[in-house]
C-alpha cells in the first residue's frame, strides 16, 4: 500500500506554497513508474479552501482504480471533509477534529451580480450535501442544519453521525509513518479564518494595510493667519482711487460755466 500525505489549504492554483491543489493530488495519484492500480493511504490535515477544487479533488479520488483508505489526522474542516468523503474507508485519528458549514464568498458589485452569487451558494451547498449524502446517515435537512451553524465535531462525534467510518489509534501500527497532527479547536478555528481572509478581495478586508488611516498635515500657524489675512483682503471692497470721476466733474463744470446769451 502507497501512502500519501496532504497537509494544507485546498485552492485552485499556488499562490502561497501550502496548498493541495488538484494538479498536485493527481501528480501523486498517478507519479511516474507508479502503479496506478495500488491501494492508496492518504493522510490528511486540512483547514478547507476552494469547494471547486474540492470536486475536482473528490472525482480524481472516486475515479482512482485502487481501494482509497484516508485518515484525518489534525483537521479536516469545511471544503477539506469533501475531499475526505471520497475515500472507500474514512477515519480519524481520537484527537482530530471534522468541521462542516456553508459555503461562503465574497462577491461585490450591482444587484444583479449578488444575485447571482447567492444563486452559486446555493447550489454549491447542494452539491457538497449530495457528497455527503452518500456517506452520513442523517437526514440531508438535518445536515443542513449543522451546516449552517457551523458544526464542529471531535471523532467520535463524526462517527456517531456517520460522516466518517472509524477512529484509528496512530500507536497501533495502522499508520506506518504518519506524524500525528495535535490540533486544538481554537488553532483550527483560527486557520479557518485565516483561509477566509486571505482569500477576501483586498477592498473588503479590515485590516489596516488594507484601509490605511488617513494622515493629517499639519499647517504652520503663522501660515493659517497669513492665510486668512488675505482671504479677509480678497472679501474687502476695493478701495476708490484718488480723484472725481470725469461724468461728476463735467457736471460740476457746467453749474460754475456762464450761459452765453
Not at 28 to 52: K, M
Not at 108 to 124: H, K, Q, S, V
Not at 230 to 237: N, Y
Not at 241 to 246: R, T
Amino acid at each position: 500500500m502507497r501512502e500519501i500525505h496532504l497537509n494544507g489549504y485546498i485552492d485552485d492554483e499556488e499562490w502561497f506554497g501550502d496548498e493541495i491543489t488538484p494538479e498536485s493530488l493527481h501528480g501523486l495519484l498517478y507519479p511516474e513508474g507508479a502503479d496506478a492500480q495500488e491501494d492508496l493511504r492518504i493522510v490528511l490535515n486540512s483547514y478547507g479552501g476552494s469547494c471547486n477544487a474540492a470536486v475536482r479533488m473528490f472525482d480524481d479520488l472516486r475515479a482512482y482504480p485502487g481501494n482509497v483508505h484516508i485518515i484525518v489526522s489534525g483537521t479536516a474542516a469545511s471544503a477539506a471533509t469533501v475531499l475526505a468523503t471520497a475515500a472507500d474507508r474514512l477515519e480519524m485519528t481520537q484527537g482530530s477534529l471534522w468541521m462542516i458549514h456553508d459555503p461562503s464568498v465574497a462577491a461585490w458589485g450591482n444587484e444583479r451580480d449578488l444575485e447571482e452569487a447567492i444563486r452559486l451558494l446555493r447550489a454549491c451547498k447542494e452539491s457538497i450535501l449530495n457528497v455527503y449524502g452518500r456517506r452520513c446517515r442523517k437526514p440531508r435537512d438535518e445536515i443542513s442544519a449543522m451546516m449552517r451553524d457551523t458544526t464542529w465535531m471531535d471523532a467520535g462525534a463524526a462517527l456517531r453521525d456517520g460522516f466518517i467510518d472509524g477512529i484509528v489509534d496512530m500507536g497501533s501500527g495502522a499508520v506506518n509513518t504518519a506524524p500525528c497532527h495535535e490540533t486544538s479547536l481554537a488553532e483550527a478555528k483560527a486557520k479557518v479564518a485565516a483561509w477566509l481572509e486571505r482569500t477576501r478581495p483586498l477592498q473588503m478586508r479590515k485590516s489596516p494595510e488594507a484601509q490605511p488611516a488617513a494622515t493629517v498635515k499639519e499647517t504652520p500657524i503663522a501660515e493659517i493667519q497669513q492665510v486668512a489675512g488675505q482671504e479677509q483682503a480678497d472679501k474687502a471692497p476695493a478701495a476708490h482711487a484718488p480723484g472725481v470721476p470725469a461724468a461728476q466733474l463735467r457736471r460740476r463744470l457746467e453749474l460754475i460755466t456762464p450761459t452765453q446769451r
